[in-house]
């Protein structure tokens, strides 16, 4: 694999990122801030913790 075509293929992924998961080009940087904190939310609601007294 040529590494000179590396650059190009970033920008590609970038820009196809920020198409997809943002609207009117918004920032992609927010986006994936509020997936990660839903997933997150997702995550601890399936699995609360459970809190021991000692």
Do not use: S, W, Y
Not at 9 to 32: K, M, Q, S, Y
């Amino acid at each position: 694999m040529c590494l000179g075509g590396l650059p190009g293929i970033a920008n590609t992924i970038t820009r196809f990122t920020e198409n997809i998961l943002t609207e009117d080009h918004g920032d992609v940087a927010d986006v994936l801030r509020q997936l990660e904190a839903a997933g997150m939310k997702q995550a601890t609601e399936a699995h609360p913790v459970r809190r021991t007294t000692t």
